[in-house]
């Protein structure tokens, strides 16, 4: 379950409940013992109910947010569809994890299997994570990202084949995760139970764990996980 958006909800309804309790008081039709404190209750209460409001809109963008850039990471994949491919051959990986981090080294052939030439390399790699260095040799590549999607600017022959070196860190993002799910099911944490309801997160990277998924993506691959 993700710590921020849960506190977020949480605090919402209990600052809101609390501030319904005291506005109420003023609701009462009997005499006050005292008109300052209740006057002070109902300007809490007002207060009180304001920031179970605030925090309810900032719960809120946060889903926007993630819809948005959920849509942005589809819209790449889109784009890039229908362009001819290559397979990975070989994949050495050196992984280091550091905190939330992962810090990482790829070694990796690529091969076109088409019978056509491949005018660029496409690769998917997490959008969280920075490329550092891309090197064929010990020559520098040139290349674009579009979210998940790393566009280098190197052509392949036919049956031809080219080993590459990807250095590469950074916070892995989980939105990025089944993007061909619709939004009903992603956001439903009951996954089929309606007594526990999960959450779902995809990623888990820290000192205590690290569990990853192919669908993150946490290493380049040639064939994307959402067709």
Known sequence: VDGMNYLL??????LSGIGFIFCTIRLQERLP???RAWNRSGYAGCALLLIGILLCGLHASNFMQEERIRKEYRAAFTRFAGEK???VLTHDITFRQRGSRIE????LTLRNPN???VSRLVLYLNPGLKVESLEEGRESLSFTRAGPVLAINRSL???DSTHLSIRYSGVLDGRVCYLDVNDASYYDTRRGNNFFHLGRRHVLVSDASVVLVPEVMWYPTAIPPVN
């Not at 909800?9 to 209990?14: G, I, M, W």
Request: aromatic residues 4%; proline residues 9%; charged residues 35%.
């Open 85 to 87: 491919s290559c397979r």
């Open 9 to 14: 909800h949480r605090s919402a309804y209990l």
């Open 104 to 107: 990482s080294e790829s070694e």
């Open 157 to 159: 022959a036919p049956g």
């Open 33 to 35: 013992n005292d008109r």
């Open 115 to 117: 019978e056509e030439p």
